[in-house]
């Protein structure tokens, strides 16, 4: 096959100015700065390590600048070089600042592309797939916004040497709008040109940053609703009787091994940070709502198989104890006659005045009345009818006022709320628990919402 004419100008010219007098090792202008301009169309680009404090991006990234020495003239045409040919060429030390690992395609030859123009303005492309580091601030993850950048920048060649611009300034990168990411949404994004200083000479550097926010439809359905939903689910221990104690702590504790779970399982898809993420928040605030009602039934079991009864019955012990061992008294006292013999039939009224026991004997009043304990072996000559109404009307009306300050005593604790009533403990808790719930997730969704 015969080439065109065109072409066999083409091959002409080209080797023409390779093998003039050119050193590909020369920066391209010796006599003034080079100018480079740079534009890149954006390919793709994947959030899946984001976690990672990285992003991948792949692109198309061209770079142009005019060499006087690859100037040539007899053909108006542009000269599309092979890519082998980049190599004698002289072409910048652009790198990525903030690079961690790039690469450019190789399928099915290098992905290099060089073209020249007669005046000497060279174009060169390049597809570079860069994964870049993105130092991102996760205190409200996962209803965060980021700012991610790709920092483009200089090696070798100083300020006086090379500058650097964005070609056609806001139009120089294209293809952002395309750009679909699993977890986050480009808001917006900006191209700064701006030079750094090093201890070795200050350097151009034009910077792409973007403003990323994150998706939080996969964290509702993934996170927050499992979370809400179990919480939900511990309260149904309130409505269960508290003598269901099988059904109570087995649910209970289902409730809480399973937040436990979701948080393990967070905590294992997040770097290791040192400061409080928000979904921390929310998962710490539902474990300690589940926690909470695990420990509620823990206090009504006490209540009910514990202190409380134990107390009831100290009470109730005491309160017999005391009136069996008077009762026992009572049934010992035997009265003994002026000749020393036994009345076996106690003629004994019991009268209740204020809070003494007094005892009349019913026999006539010469005759001498003994008290006999079996108990304690002891004499004691027996209260007479007489000794009772001579107290003074002082003491009538202080026993008296004892009594009435006992029954308004009673009639308080009666008005007092019954604390072992376990049924109440449980209504209480149906209308906190939620009530509290609801508050915490109101100013949970404010605060970091807006």
């Known amino acids: 096959m015969r080439p065109s004419s065109n072409n066999w100008k083409k091959s002409r010219v080209h080797g023409s100015v390779l093998m003039g007098d050119f050193n590909h090792h020369d920066i391209c202008q010796k006599d003034d700065t080079a100018g480079l301009r740079l534009s890149r169309r954006l390919l793709e680009c994947t959030d899946d390590h984001f976690l990672a404090q990285d992003y991948t991006l792949t692109m198309y990234f061209q770079q142009s600048w005019r060499d006087k020495r690859l100037s040539y003239s007899g053909i108006p045409l542009n000269l599309t070089l092979d890519n082998r040919v980049a190599d004698q060429l002289w072409v910048p030390d652009t790198y990525f600042q903030n690079d961690?690992?790039?690469?450019?395609?190789?399928?099915?030859?290098?992905?290099?592309?060089?073209?020249?123009?007669?005046d000497g303005t060279v174009l060169y492309g390049l597809r570079i797939t860069t994964t870049a580091a993105c130092m991102m601030d996760l205190r409200r993850y996962p209803l965060d916004e980021q700012n991610c950048t790709l920092e483009i920048e200089s090696y070798g060649y100083t300020t006086d040497d090379i500058e650097f611009y964005w070609n056609g300034g806001e139009s120089?990168?294209?293809?952002?709008?395309?750009?679909?990411?699993?977890?986050?949404?480009?808001?917006?994004?900006?191209?700064?040109?701006?030079?750094?200083?090093?201890?070795?000479?200050?350097?151009?550097?034009l910077s792409l940053s973007f403003r990323l926010k994150r998706n939080i439809g996969y964290f509702i359905l993934q996170t927050y609703m499992p979370s809400t939903?179990?919480?939900?689910?511990?309260?149904?221990?309130?409505?269960?009787?508290?003598?269901?104690?099988a059904a109570r702590v087995a649910l209970?504790?289902?409730?809480?091994?399973?937040?436990?779970?979701?948080?393990?399982?967070?905590?294992?898809?997040?770097?290791?940070?040192?400061?409080?993420?928000?979904?921390?928040?929310?998962?710490?605030?539902?474990?300690?709502?589940?926690?909470?009602?695990?420990?509620?039934?823990?206090?009504?079991?006490?209540?009910?198989?514990?202190?409380?009864?134990?107390?009831?019955?100290?009470?109730?012990?005491?309160?017999?104890?005391?009136?069996?061992?008077?009762?026992?008294?009572e049934?010992?006292?035997?009265?003994?006659?002026?000749?020393?013999?036994?009345?076996?039939?106690?003629?004994?009224?019991?009268?209740?005045?204020?809070?003494?026991?007094?005892?009349?004997?019913?026999?006539?009043?010469?005759?001498?009345?003994?008290?006999?304990?079996?108990?304690?072996?002891?004499?004691?000559?027996?209260?007479?009818?007489?000794?009772?109404?001579?107290?003074?009307?002082?003491?009538?009306?202080?026993?008296?006022?004892?009594?009435?300050?006992?029954?308004?005593?009673?009639q308080i604790k009666v008005k007092i709320p019954d604390l072992t009533d376990v049924n109440l403990i449980d209504k209480w808790s149906r209308m906190v628990f939620p009530i509290t719930f609801i508050v915490f997730n109101v100013i949970y969704w404010m605060y970091y919402v807006h």
């Open 100 to 118: 961690k690992k790039s690469f450019v395609h190789g399928v099915t030859v290098k992905n290099r592309m060089i073209r020249l123009h007669p």
């Open 172 to 205: 120089a990168v294209t293809g952002v709008n395309n750009i679909e990411l699993p977890q986050f949404s480009i808001v917006d994004y900006k191209m700064v040109s701006k030079r750094v200083e090093f201890t070795t000479g200050a350097y151009p550097r």
């Open 229 to 245: 939903l179990i919480t939900i689910l511990s309260w149904v221990s309130f409505w269960i009787n508290y003598d269901a104690s």
């Open 252 to 329: 209970g504790i289902t409730t809480v091994l399973t937040m436990t779970t979701i948080s393990t399982h967070l905590r294992e898809t997040l770097p290791k940070i040192p400061y409080v993420k928000a979904i921390d928040i929310y998962l710490m605030g539902c474990f300690v709502f589940v926690f909470l009602a695990l420990l509620e039934y823990a206090f009504v079991n006490y209540i009910f198989f514990g202190k409380g009864p134990q107390h009831q019955k100290k009470t109730a012990g005491r309160a017999g104890h005391a009136p069996g061992k008077k009762s026992r008294l």
């Open 331 to 410: 049934t010992n006292r035997v009265q003994v006659d002026p000749h020393g013999n036994m009345l076996l039939r106690p003629l004994e009224i019991r009268n209740d005045v204020s809070s003494s026991d007094v005892f009349t004997s019913l026999r006539d009043p010469p005759a001498t009345t003994y008290t006999y304990d079996s108990a304690n072996l002891q004499y004691r000559r027996a209260t007479s009818s007489r000794d009772l109404y001579i107290r003074s009307p002082l003491d009538r009306h202080r026993l008296h006022k004892k009594g009435h300050l006992r029954r308004r005593a009673s």
